[in-house]
């Protein structure tokens, strides 16, 4: 094997186990009954643990490419593990929502934006030619956190409750996170400062609304799997539906990246999208009978979706600026983030049901398959 290649492949490893541990983010549904017991809290304001985690992640994304250059690459996965292991043990000892937010929304959040979005962007700078193939490994790895992690996180929180659950966390991180700093040793991410073509702001603009579709609608589902399969199935255990939603992600994600290194970005995008929809709907209308498949295929739709645009985007505009505009086309993640789950729990809390949320999200993805068309249209070409 050629050292070039030897090299990739550890940074790859690297950057996917930190992702994977990170990825457990993604299971926060399995806490929502829990904690509105824990607190005597709405299920909207306990979603907002989720949501607020997610808009200090996009955050991160947005500024990382400032940060990523200054620093060799085991520093900064250790950064992550930092943050990462002083917002579990915070949202461990809480005894406030509000101390859940600090630890789990602000600190995990901010774990995940630099872990997460240094993984993507470090993966693909050292497998040029490959970055699809890379950037989708890393995005499965993610997803791959979601689905081991509720099993886990439902394990920790039957033998000693939510602040068990995250204990368990921040070890996780702790070792999983040093593993990942020796395989990164000796990297640097070399922050490019030639002039490269890169996006204009109508395109991103164009870009950002079709992405906010599809991920809006993937999140509102994500971020209350559990509630809405036990919505349909009271006698469902609460982790089957995350697990199964990420464990599609996961499929989606390793598919959504190596598809995109071999045929037109815009098409796999605009695929994605009508696929959410078309799920989403399908669960609105038969209930009970298409819980699984249903969420597997949004799962598997979200999971292509956020595989396929970094790679879609790195493709358009060059390696020397695809870190700067992924990140301003990722806060339609974080916004998303925000109010999805946030929609959902509301629209829960006053009808009782998921119903209406799901038909939004249905409507939402339909936006993404619009944009993607109108981008087609436009001309912004994306491979």
């Not at 900064?76 to 917002?87: I, Q, S």
């Not at 600190?107 to 993966?123: M, V, W």
């Not at 870190?323 to 301003?328: D, E, L, P, V």
């Not at 983030?337 to 006053?350: K, N």
Request: aromatic fraction near 10%; proline fraction near 2%; hydrophobic fraction near 55%.
């Amino acid at each position: 094997m050629r050292t070039g290649t030897q090299r990739g492949v550890r940074v790859l490893v690297g950057a996917s186990l930190l992702s994977a541990v990170l990825g457990s983010i993604h299971a926060f549904s399995v806490f929502l009954e829990p904690l509105e017991t824990q607190f005597q809290a709405s299920r909207g304001m306990v979603s907002l643990t989720y949501s607020g985690a997610l808009i200090f992640l996009s955050l991160m994304v947005l500024f990382g490419h400032r940060i990523y250059g200054r620093a060799s690459a085991p520093l900064l996965c250790l950064f992550a593990v930092l943050l990462g292991v002083v917002g579990a043990s915070v949202a461990a000892f809480s005894q406030t929502l509000w101390g859940v937010w600090i630890g789990f929304s602000l600190f995990f959040g901010l774990a995940n934006g630099i872990g997460y979005g240094f993984g993507l962007q470090i993966s693909a700078q050292v497998n040029q030619g490959r970055e699809g193939m890379a950037m989708g490994v890393v995005t499965a790895a993610y997803a791959l956190g979601a689905v081991v992690s509720p099993i886990l996180f439902e394990h920790g929180f039957s033998n000693g409750g939510f602040k068990t659950a995250m204990m368990g966390l921040a070890l996780t991180i702790l070792g999983v996170g040093l593993m990942s700093a020796i395989l990164m040793r000796g990297i640097h991410y070399v922050a490019s400062t030639r002039t490269s073509h890169s996006a204009n702001a109508t395109d991103v603009w164009q870009m950002w609304l079709a992405y906010f579709g599809g991920v809006m609608a993937g999140l509102m589902v994500i971020g209350h799997a559990a509630g809405i399969a036990t919505t349909f199935d009271p006698n469902r255990a609460m982790w089957v539906a995350p697990a199964v939603v990420a464990g599609c992600n996961l499929v989606g994600s390793l598919l959504g990246g190596m598809a995109v290194d071999r045929m037109a970005a815009r098409w796999v995008v605009g695929g994605f999208a009508m696929i959410t929809a078309g799920a989403l709907l399908l669960l609105a209308v038969v209930g009970a009978p298409a819980i699984l498949m249903s969420l597997g295929l949004v799962g598997f739709a979200y999971g292509g979706t956020i595989a396929a645009w970094p790679s879609m985007i790195s493709k358009r505009v060059s390696m020397a600026q695809s870190a700067k505009t992924y990140g301003r086309v990722f806060t339609a993640w974080g916004i998303a983030g925000v109010a999805g789950p946030w929609l959902a729990g509301t629209l829960y809390d006053g009808t009782g049901s998921y119903g209406i949320a799901l038909v939004i999200a249905a409507m939402f993805a339909g936006v993404s398959v619009v944009m993607s068309g109108w981008i087609l249209r436009s001309g912004v070409q994306t491979s």
